[in-house]
T-cell receptor, first 111, second 111 residues
Framework: TQLLEQSPQFLSIQEGENLTVYCNSS?????LQWYRQEPGEGPVLLVT?????EVKKLKRLTFQFGDARKDSSLHITAAQTGDTGLYLC???????????FGTGTLLAVQP | EAGVVQSPRYKIIEKKQPVAFWCNPI?????LYWYRQNLGQGPELLIR????????DSQLPKDRFSAERLKGVDSTLKIQPAELGDSAVYLC?????????FGNGTRLTVT
C-alpha cells in the first residue's frame, strides 16, 4: 500500500513568514500533485511535477519533486492570510496510475 | 465551464437510516471518482468510474455502500444503513485525463 505522509500536520504562522510543507513516501510515484482546499470547498490543483528533481514556481509558492520521486516539498515565501487552507499532496503510480492523497497539512496564516 | 456539482451540501440523519448523494461531473469527463474525507485529512478513494464501468471499487465498503453511474454521466452514492463512523465529507471529482476537478462535497453527519 502506498502511503504519503505530510508534515507538519498543523502550522500556524504570522503573515510575512516563510514555511515549508513536506510530503514523504517509501514508494516511487510517476507524478505528484499539490492541491489546496479551503473550508467548504473541494481541493483545487496547484501544480503537477513529473520529473525527479523538478522545481516549479507559482508566484510565492515553490514546489520540488525529490530526485528519487518519493518525496516532495512546498515552500511558501512571505505567507499571506489568503494562503490559509489544507494543503494536500497526491501521488500517482502503480499499474493503474492510481492517485493517492497525503495526510494533509492545515495551514493558518494570522494577520 | 461549469464545475462538478454535488447535492445536497449538507445532510444530517440518524444512524441506521439510508442516505444518497448525487454528482454531476464536468461535461465530457469520462472518469468520475467518489472520495470520503475526514476533517483535516486527505481524501480516500471509494470508487472510480470510467464511463459507466466501476474500474476500482476496492475501497468501497460493499456491505452498506453502493454507487451507480447510469449512462456514464451523473452518479449517485448510497449508504444503507448509515453508521456513526460514516460522518464525513463525501467528495465527487471528475477528469478527462489529469488533473481532478472536485465538487464542493456533501457533509454528512450521522447522529
Amino acid at each position: 500500500t502506498q502511503l504519503l505522509e505530510q508534515s507538519p500536520q498543523f502550522l500556524s504562522i504570522q503573515e510575512g513568514e516563510n514555511l515549508t510543507v513536506y510530503c514523504n513516501s517509501s514508494s516511487v510515484f510517476s507524478s505528484l500533485q499539490w492541491y489546496r482546499q479551503e473550508p467548504g470547498e473541494g481541493p483545487v490543483l496547484l501544480v503537477t511535477v513529473v520529473t525527479g528533481g523538478e522545481v516549479k514556481k507559482l508566484k510565492r509558492l515553490t514546489f520540488q519533486f525529490g530526485d528519487a520521486r518519493k518525496d516532495s516539498s512546498l515552500h511558501i515565501t512571505a505567507a499571506q492570510t489568503g494562503d490559509t487552507g489544507l494543503y494536500l499532496c497526491a501521488g500517482a503510480g502503480g499499474a493503474t496510475n492510481k492517485l493517492i492523497f497525503g495526510t494533509g497539512t492545515l495551514l493558518a496564516v494570522q494577520p | 465551464e461549469a464545475g462538478v456539482v454535488q447535492s445536497p451540501r449538507y445532510k444530517i440523519i440518524e444512524k441506521k437510516q439510508p442516505v444518497a448523494f448525487w454528482c454531476n461531473p464536468i461535461s465530457g469527463h469520462n472518469t468520475l471518482y467518489w472520495y470520503r474525507q475526514n476533517l483535516g485529512q486527505g481524501p480516500e478513494l471509494l470508487i472510480r468510474y470510467e464511463n459507466e464501468e466501476a474500474v476500482d471499487d476496492s475501497q468501497l465498503p460493499k456491505d452498506r455502500f453502493s454507487a451507480e453511474r447510469l449512462k456514464g454521466v451523473d452518479s449517485t452514492l448510497k449508504i444503507q444503513p448509515a453508521e456513526l463512523g460514516d460522518s464525513a465529507v463525501y467528495l465527487c471529482a471528475s477528469s478527462s485525463d489529469s488533473p481532478l476537478h472536485f465538487g464542493n462535497g456533501t457533509r454528512l453527519t450521522v447522529t
